[in-house]
């Protein structure tokens, strides 16, 4: 994922949540505190979706690097000493 339309998709997510509260409840501090909720959420859950994706990489590299080597036939021996 883009790091940089990621944070422009969450400051606008932000200053949504922010104006749809303040119109709810009429509240500026209330709406800004829902704002900052709603920051923690997606950056938790942006730090959630890269760690998954540094792990599904490491173990699919793994998986890939076992199924190739599951493939190779051993080497044969010529008979000389190495």
Known sequence: MYLPQFLVGMFVTAIMVA?????????????????????VVLQVGYFVFVIRLVFKGATADAEADSAS??????????????
């Open 69 to 82: 080597l599951s493939h190779v036939a051993p080497p044969q021996r010529d008979g000389t000493l190495l």
């Open 19 to 39: 104006v749809w509260t303040c119109a709810a409840t009429g509240s500026v501090w209330t709406a800004l505190g829902w704002a900052i909720i709603d920051l």
